[in-house]
């Protein structure tokens, strides 16, 4: 039961978060909020304040922050529609936006804690395109084709979701008190027996405490674009056949019944880390929130934003009954997405 309650807190955090970040800009641009919910269906407590009712509702999966003239014409100059093209693409990226900075603080605490990631080559085998490439151990991989590469887990990713392509690589390699750059290009050799494509190294890594406030800022931002650039990776296997829809994506159920396993293992070692294992689900759940609600798909903010710039583009905004019916489609095709999901889920479980 505790580990359901962990992962409903969590998922009820980053809503909140996403949520108050549409409301604190609305609030700040003069736009009225008619009410500002947390979790979705009938409400289980509602309070009317000055302007807008604060609503907590019985499923703790989403929520809304519902604006005066968001989805329609009204002529309140407090409503939506009526304010700068600006003031209205501000309100809408800031709920993403809240959720970044909400995943740079979680990623903060875990760097705090745990440190971070140094890694080198620890062995090269003979023969393999590392090796006829020049790589040699003690060499550590900066970049990756276009790729900056700070941690083991970027070249995992990068090799994963771009198999066998071609790889132009950067490395810093040991020379004196210092180190010197090299560049080198190799291609992977699949494996038969790793069932996947390999440079034909093996990587050491440990962890290090962060030493000042600029490198605790560096390195818990890259915890945040890590999350970022493996999100986008993970959308690139699915369209790319690499991995299956069953497999690739999970809805709230699947998701917290992985947070609640989590939990249950390292509540098991300690306070301390089963508490570092909720900031780290929170830190990915509420990036991958930020760039999937920044996808240019109808009724999510980044559809909503493609609008707001072809307005603001175009010099006069898009007509409110064809964008309202291209969102009421969007709307549609994710209720069954969300249905499709849940089915998923549900039948992963048994």
């Given at each position: 039961?505790?580990?359901?309650?962990?992962?409903?807190?969590?998922?009820?955090?980053?809503?909140?978060?996403?949520?108050?970040?549409?409301?604190?800009?609305?609030?700040?641009?003069?736009?009225?909020?008619?009410?500002?919910?947390?979790?979705?269906?009938?409400?289980?407590?509602?309070?009317?304040?000055?302007?807008?009712?604060?609503?907590?509702k019985l499923l703790p999966f989403g929520g809304s922050c519902m604006m005066l003239g968001e989805d329609e014409t009204d002529a309140d100059p407090k409503a939506?529609?009526?304010?700068?093209?600006?003031?209205?693409?501000?309100?809408?990226?800031?709920?993403?936006?809240?959720?970044?900075?909400?995943?740079?603080?979680?990623?903060?605490?875990?760097?705090?804690?745990?440190?971070?990631?140094?890694?080198?080559?620890?062995?090269?085998?003979?023969?393999?395109?590392?090796?006829?490439?020049?790589?040699?151990?003690?060499?550590?991989?900066?970049?990756?084709?276009?790729?900056?590469?700070?941690?083991?887990?970027?070249?995992?990713?990068?090799?994963?979701?771009?198999?066998?392509?071609?790889?132009?690589?950067?490395?810093?390699?040991?020379?004196?008190?210092?180190?010197?750059?090299?560049?080198?290009?190799?291609?992977?050799?699949?494996?038969?027996?790793?069932?996947?494509?390999?440079?034909?190294?093996?990587?050491?890594?440990?962890?290090?405490?962060?030493?000042?406030?600029?490198?605790?800022?560096?390195?818990?931002?890259?915890?945040?674009?890590?999350?970022?650039?493996?999100?986008?990776?993970?959308?690139?296997?699915?369209?790319?056949?690499?991995?299956?829809?069953?497999?690739?994506?999970?809805?709230?159920?699947?998701?917290?019944?992985?947070?609640?396993?989590?939990?249950?293992?390292?509540?098991?070692?300690?306070?301390?880390?089963?508490?570092?294992?909720?900031?780290?689900?929170?830190?990915?759940?509420?990036?991958?929130?930020?760039?999937?609600?920044?996808?240019?798909?109808?009724?999510?903010?980044?559809?909503?934003?493609?609008?707001?710039?072809?307005?603001?583009?175009?010099?006069?905004?898009?007509?409110?009954e064809k964008e309202s019916l291209v969102h009421m489609a969007g709307l549609v095709l994710l209720m069954a997405l969300m249905v499709f999901v849940l089915f998923?889920?549900?039948?992963?479980?048994?």
């Amino acid at each position: 039961m505790l580990n359901i309650i962990a992962a409903v807190l969590v998922f009820g955090l980053i809503v909140l978060v996403h949520e108050f970040g549409h409301f604190l800009l609305a609030k700040l641009n003069g736009i009225g909020v008619v009410e500002f919910s947390i979790g979705m269906g009938p409400r289980l407590l509602s309070w009317q304040g000055a302007e807008t009712r604060y609503s907590l509702k019985l499923l703790p999966f989403g929520g809304s922050c519902m604006m005066l003239g968001e989805d329609e014409t009204d002529a309140d100059p407090k409503a939506f529609g009526n304010k700068s093209v600006w003031a209205r693409i501000s309100v809408v990226f800031a709920g993403p936006a809240f959720n970044f900075i909400l995943a740079f603080f979680f990623a903060v605490i875990i760097v705090m804690n745990i440190g971070y990631q140094k890694f080198e080559i620890s062995g090269v085998t003979e023969g393999s395109p590392a090796a006829e490439a020049g790589l040699e151990p003690g060499d550590v991989i900066t970049r990756l084709n276009s790729r900056r590469i700070t941690a083991y887990e970027d070249v995992q990713v990068y090799m994963m979701a771009n198999p066998g392509e071609t790889l132009h690589i950067r490395y810093s390699r040991p020379s004196g008190d210092g180190y010197v750059t090299g560049e080198t290009v190799l291609t992977p050799e699949y494996s038969q027996a790793e069932g996947r494509y390999l440079m034909g190294v093996t990587f050491t890594s440990r962890y290090v405490k962060a030493e000042s406030l600029s490198e605790l800022a560096y390195y818990s931002a890259y915890q945040v674009r890590y999350c970022i650039t493996s999100t986008f990776d993970s959308l690139k296997m699915l369209f790319t056949r690499q991995v299956q829809v069953d497999e690739a994506v999970a809805g709230p159920v699947r998701i917290v019944a992985m947070i609640g396993e989590n939990v249950e293992e390292s509540r098991e070692i300690g306070l301390s880390v089963m508490l570092l294992t909720l900031c780290y689900w929170s830190l990915i759940l509420s990036a991958s929130l930020g760039i999937m609600n920044l996808l240019p798909i109808p009724a999510l903010d980044g559809g909503r934003l493609v609008f707001l710039i072809l307005e603001a583009i175009r010099g006069k905004a898009i007509d409110q009954e064809k964008e309202s019916l291209v969102h009421m489609a969007g709307l549609v095709l994710l209720m069954a997405l969300m249905v499709f999901v849940l089915f998923n889920d549900i039948r992963s479980l048994f």
